[in-house]
Structure formats: C-alpha cells, structure tokens
C-alpha cells in the first residue's frame, strides 16, 4: 500500500526560533504557487546545496519523471545557475529552516547534498517535519548524529537513503554478491584503501588569516552549525571544508562511505568491537595525512573467524602486495577493497568490477553480473512506493558511525578504542567517549529522538 503523505509531525521550539531567527537573511525569490498534489503522481522535492555534489543530486533526482521541485536552497547566490537552467523557476533560499517552515507540506521529500557538517542539522529538522530524506555521504559528522538520523527515520518510518551512489552500481553490486556467493569461501580479514590525505585540498594544518566574504555567499549560514570563525577564500567554501575538523571527515569521511560499504553489504557487519589508528600525527583543526585505521569486527555465519580485521588506509597507503597474490605485472588500483577468504582473494577496486586471485585457481571461475540501477530514482521509487531503499539510515548510520568512530581514533592515535555500540560508549577511554558528539551553534541544534 502507499505511504501517505506525511504530516508536520513536530513543530519545535527550535524549529519556530529558527525560523525567526533566520527570516532576516533569507530570499524569497519567487512566490511559492506549488498545489498540493499526492506523491503517487508527483512527488515534491526540495534540494538544498544545489551545486557540486548537490547538483548531481538534484539532476539525477530530477530526471525522474514524477519529481518536481519546490524548493532550491544554497547559502551562495553564484551556485543556482546550474538548477535554474534545468530547473526553470523554483523558489530560491537561503536557509533551509527558513524554505522547510515557509514551503511545509508543500514538501514530500528533500535532498541533502551540503557540506558534512550540516547534515545532519538539516535532515533531522526535515524528517521531524515528515520529509523522506536523500542525504550525502558521510551520513553525518559525529558518531551521535548517525545513531540520531537511524532513530529518526526508524520512528518516523521515512524512505531514506545515502549517497553514496555506487552502491547501487553494477561494480559494486557484483563483488557483493560473489563474496555471499562463497566464491573466494568465508572472510578472514579485509584491506580497503584510497590515494587521498586527510588535508590535502587546503594542505594546511593552521587556520589561514581572514579575508572579506564575498558578495552573494551567506557566510554565517555556511557555518551553521559549526563553531564562528571568520571567511578565508580558498580554504573552506566550496570543497575544501573537507579537510577541517569542524566542517568536514577526511579521507575517511570522503571515501569511506564509498569504499568500505560493500564490505558492509557483503559481509552483513554492522559496528566494530574496536578501533585502533595510526597516522602522521593530527592537530586540532585538520584531520591527518596518510593513516591506517583497524577495525576489529565481531564474526558472523560469512566470516572465518571468531573476529575479523578490517583495515582502512588513505594518502597513498596501501596493503602489502603479497596478501592479493597478484600475478607478475598486476598491481593493487588507486583504491578499493581486497578481500582474503579461505580459498581465495577478491579485489573491489572503487567503482570497477571485482577480480579474483589467485588466477590460475580461479581461471575457469566466472564472476556473477549483477546488473546495476540508478541509486537516486531507486530513492525516488521507494518513497513514492511507501518502500525502504537497500541504504536507508537503518543500513547507512550504523556504516556511518564506523566511518565516524575511525575519525576518533585518528585524534587519538596509537591507542586501541574499545568500542560498546549498545551503550554508545568507549568502555577504555572516556575522553574519546566525549568526541562521539560535539557542541551546536544556538539555532542549528540536533535534538537526541526519544524513544
Ligand atoms: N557521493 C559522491 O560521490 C560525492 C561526491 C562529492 C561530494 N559528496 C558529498 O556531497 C556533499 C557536498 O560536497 P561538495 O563537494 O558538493 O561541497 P560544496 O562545498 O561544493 O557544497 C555543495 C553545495 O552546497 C552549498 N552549501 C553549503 N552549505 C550550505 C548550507 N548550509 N545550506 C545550503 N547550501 C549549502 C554550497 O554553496 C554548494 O553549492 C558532502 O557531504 C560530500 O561528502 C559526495
């Protein structure tokens, strides 16, 4: 059966002082004229970033035919050309609590493609309003906030989904199921990897000095969330967020949504008994260069052992070559997962389809295709079909929490994280207990759910 059209669900306090509080720096560039019509024919959408990654968000989701959109929110004046052009007169915003109050029920569904920090912010406000969520990978910036958007869509039984696209891609869909097929037999310990650093789009370890903001960008609701700081150009808005503390999650962050979530299909695990990183060493304000990351994750009926090692290394690190039993003139690619099963070894290099190894043992062995499907209309379909998705925050919060609980201990490496996800602590370290979550700018707070 359909899923109804959601009603507001919760009219916070927060939500009613955001919306005064933000008022002053909106602009409403148009009026909103959009009727209210039922999702099965036409399912209303907001965007909100609607450049970058936002915009390959907001296109894809919009080649949808049953999608119209209702609402354009991004905090710079010079990122809308892109959806103005497709999208020809959808209302303009600048804050998002300011379009999600104003536009209400006008909205089914949004997407959002903002910088990590944000995340969460905006997608707990929207699905407390009823809205089915899109939500860019990482899920969010703090291990807290994944468990809180897990809750959320749960409570609320909203069609959720991250993005990180290639999980629905025929590469990464293949080497998942050769790995349930049994082919290289049950895991004993899996190697994921990516070239890029921590900080290296700013490559900076110090705040640079400020420099005037520029005229269209809403620098304040760019923070949002984020302790102030002033504007630097180049550094922060747009992309290079990425290697901050405050705004952004690192290599990890960046790429381990991506890489590490076919481990997690395949292999079915949900959160690490421990975590353990070792790096370059990291200051308060970026996050480190070249790491290795060991998760210790608890067996199951697809696993060899009582525990298995998942090790994640970024900024040129790799895995030894010998455990992939390459033959001569193979190398290991840029990135990707390398499996190493009782029979055998399976590499999933990021968005290329899987190999086995060793060749000769598997050279009359034929891998499974398993045809891909666009992750952004199956997000669609879903929400209109009153369906849950494959990757919906019940799969990506707890994926995102391990991503997340990696970026604790690179702030505190050398040291072997035990990690309870019941009780959302760290049963050997309270000061990494106390980095599970982080302080919210007045206005921009992310409520815990109640059960
Ligand atoms: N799935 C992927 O393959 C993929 C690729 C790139 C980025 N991403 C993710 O997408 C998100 C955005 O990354 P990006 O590289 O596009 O960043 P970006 O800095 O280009 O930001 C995207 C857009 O959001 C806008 N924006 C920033 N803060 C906003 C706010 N508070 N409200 C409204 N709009 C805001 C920016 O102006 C910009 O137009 C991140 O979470 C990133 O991890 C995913």
Redesign the pocket.
């Known amino acids: 059966m359909n899923q109804p059209r959601m009603k507001q669900i919760l009219t916070t306090r927060r939500g009613m002082m955001a919306q005064s509080a933000a008022a002053a720096s909106a602009v409403f560039l148009a009026p909103a004229v959009v009727k209210a019509s039922t999702i099965e024919k036409e399912l209303h959408v907001a965007a909100?970033?609607?450049?970058?990654?936002?915009?390959?968000?907001l296109s894809s989701i919009g080649s949808h035919s049953k999608v119209k959109f209702v609402g354009f929110?991004?905090?710079?004046d010079s990122?809308?050309d892109k959806a103005d052009q497709a999208f020809p007169g959808v209302p303009h915003?600048?804050?998002?609590r300011v379009m999600l109050t104003e536009l209400g029920d006008k909205v089914d569904a949004v997407i959002?493609?903002?910088?990590?920090h944000?995340?969460a912010p905006?997608a707990m406000m929207a699905m407390k309003m009823g809205k089915h969520v899109y939500?860019?990978?990482?899920l969010t910036h703090t291990v807290w906030e994944s468990r809180q958007m897990r809750l959320m869509a749960e409570k609320l039984n909203l069609t959720t989904q991250m993005?990180?696209?290639?999980h629905s891609a025929t590469e990464y869909r293949s080497g998942v199921r050769a790995i349930q097929n049994g082919v290289i037999g049950k895991i004993k310990e899996v190697h994921s990897w990516i070239g890029v650093q921590g900080r290296q789009y700013c490559n900076r370890t110090d705040r640079p000095a400020s420099a005037e903001v520029p005229a269209g960008?809403?620098w304040d609701?760019?923070?949002?969330a984020a302790p102030e700081r002033p504007f630097a150009a180049d550094v922060?808005?747009?992309?290079?967020?990425?290697d901050w503390q405050d705004f952004?999650?690192g290599a990890l962050?960046?790429f381990g949504?991506?890489i590490l979530d076919p481990v997690f299909t395949a292999l079915g695990i949900k959160a690490p008994l421990s975590v353990h990183a070792v790096n370059d060493g990291t200051t308060k304000e970026v996050w480190p260069g070249p790491e290795t990351v060991t998760f210790e994750f608890p067996g199951n009926e697809r696993i060899a052992g009582a525990t298995m090692k998942l090790v994640w290394r970024d900024g040129g690190l790799k895995p030894p070559r010998e455990l992939a039993q390459l033959p001569q003139g193979v190398e290991l690619p840029s990135g990707g997962s390398l499996f190493i099963g009782e029979e055998g070894v399976l590499i999933l290099p990021h968005y290329r389809m899987p190999t086995v190894y060793p060749a000769d043992k598997f050279r009359d062995v034929t891998l499974p295709t398993v045809p891909g499907s666009s992750h952004w209309h199956d997000w669609v379909d879903a929400v209109i079909a009153g369906k849950k998705t494959t990757d919906g925050f019940e799969y990506a919060g707890p994926l995102s929490e391990t991503v997340q609980l990696g970026n604790i201990a690179a702030r505190l490496p050398g040291q072997k994280l035990q990690w309870d996800t019941e009780q959302m602590t760290f049963r050997n370290h309270p000061n990494a207990t106390k980095l599970l979550t982080k302080s919210y700018r007045s206005g921009f707070e992310v409520e815990a759910v109640n059960s």
């Open positions: 909100i970033g609607v450049n970058g990654m936002g915009w390959a968000d929110c991004d905090i710079d990122r809308f915003f600048h804050d998002y959002v493609s903002t910088p990590d944000m995340h905006i939500c860019q990978k990482p993005g990180n696209q290639i960008v809403h609701l760019w923070l949002g922060y808005h747009p992309f290079k967020w990425r952004g999650s962050g960046d949504c991506h």
